[in-house]
């Protein structure tokens, strides 16, 4: 009885692994082609381009690389020439720079393919293989920058006269060069600002002061203006100058004809201008038809500056100061005018005062009065006329105090 028992223990257990056995096989079946394509996936990696080119032609060499990577690459007709390269495990795009560098072509990823060509105005390819961009400008006219580029890039650049943008039509690698270069040399500049006193002082107060302009001497107001050049000098106490002037004008002696503020961009020029508009009747024509004309001439003060910032933070200033005045008439009532001139260029800090000075004004004035009827009796009307002739002497001094804003 204890045999038969056993024997049904093992029947069965023998009957229950036959059954497990199919199942167990059934799900590895299903299981393992899952496993097989995740596999699959996480090992897929790029294809990299290895290929050595020994004066090789670059169309050859474009199709040899487009066969290693299985894609299509259209070459246009203004592709062409040789290279010697070796490129080892590099990806696709990165051969495709290095193959197109030494001849400056360019390519273009395109819907399914790579698009290569020169890149030039007249490729065939051109309009395919460019973008167009706008690019304005923070300092530079368009013009300006037209001329900085490049000939090689300015081609690639379109502009309109007087706007402050250009347009680039190029491939994609042309335009971020082209950037570049704008974001480089298209900064927007510093300013000067200009502080101007022109100031009319009698010559001989001029001495007094101390303005000896071929040297130094110190006049009855006790301002030492120190060694000279012959157009001027350099201050850095401006209160000094202007306290003597001030009190110049107090008494009389000194006139300040303005006091003109500027602001000139860095490497541009200002003008100032004080004149005084004098008018004259000229009279053309025969004796019997004459002709009288009415014409004005300007004369005074006119200085141009042009200041130049340097990284140490000093400024250039090139300057050129003009005294004119009507001196009196020439030939046919003509006016005759006196100028003085004066350029130079000097290099001061930020905040020095320089001094113009030298640009003297010798004025002769002849007043002439007479006694209504009695003056214009023939030989004895002299009695009854009188002629005065005055000299006014003064000296025209310019003070400019540069300052960076």
């Not at 290895?50 to 066969?67: G, P």
């Not at 395919?128 to 368009?142: C, E, K, M, P, Y």
């Not at 350099?234 to 500027?262: D, Y």
Request: charged fraction near 25%; hydrophobic fraction near 40%.
């Amino acid at each position: 009885m204890k045999n038969s028992n056993r024997f049904l223990a093992v029947f069965m257990a023998v009957i229950i692994a036959l059954c497990f056995i199919p199942l167990s096989s059934f799900a590895q079946e299903l299981t393992e082609p899952e496993e097989e394509v995740l596999d699959e996936e996480i090992l897929e990696e790029p294809i990299l381009i290895s290929n050595v080119f020994y004066d090789t032609d670059i169309r050859e060499a474009l199709m040899d690389i487009a066969s290693q990577a299985m894609v299509t690459i259209l070459v246009d007709d203004s592709v062409g020439g040789f290279i010697t390269l070796e490129v080892m495990d590099v990806s696709l795009e990165k051969a495709l720079e290095m193959v197109l560098a030494p001849g400056g072509f360019v390519y273009k990823k395109m819907d399914g393919y790579y698009l290569v060509s020169s890149g030039s105005l007249d490729s065939p390819a051109f309009k395919n293989i460019t973008s167009t961009v706008r690019v304005d400008l923070a300092d530079l006219t368009a013009e300006e920058l037209i001329s900085i580029l490049p000939e090689y890039y300015s081609q690639y650049v379109k502009a309109i006269s007087g706007k402050g943008f250009v347009t680039i039509t190029a491939p994609d690698e042309i335009i971020e060069k082209i950037k570049e270069i704008i974001e480089i040399t298209d900064t927007p500049r510093k300013q000067v600002m200009l502080d101007t006193v022109v100031t009319e002082i009698s010559g001989e107060e001029a001495e007094n002061i101390g303005i000896e302009w071929g040297g130094a001497n110190t006049g009855s107001y006790g301002l030492q203006f120190g060694e000279l050049a012959s157009i001027g000098g350099i201050f850095e106490r401006l209160e000094r100058i202007t306290a003597t002037l001030n009190l110049l004008k107090k008494e009389g002696k000194a006139r300040i004809r303005s006091n003109p503020r500027l602001v000139v961009l860095d490497g541009e020029q200002g003008e100032i201008r004080v004149l005084r508009d004098e008018y004259f009747a000229i009279t053309t024509g025969s004796a019997a038809f004459p002709t009288t004309s009415l014409e004005t001439i300007s004369a005074g003060v006119i200085m141009t500056v042009s200041p130049r910032i340097h990284p140490d933070g000093s400024i250039t200033l090139i300057l050129s100061p003009e005294v004119s005045n009507v001196v009196g008439a020439g030939i046919q009532d003509l006016p005759v005018i006196s100028r003085r001139i004066a350029s130079t260029t000097v290099r001061v800090k930020d905040g020095e005062t320089i001094v113009i000075g030298g640009l003297r004004q010798l004025i002769e004035v002849t007043t002439k009065t007479k006694v209504p009827i009695l003056g214009d009796i023939p030989l004895i009307g002299g009695l009854f006329r009188n002629k005065k002739q005055t000299v006014d002497d003064k000296d025209i001094v310019i003070l400019i105090t540069p300052k960076i804003i």
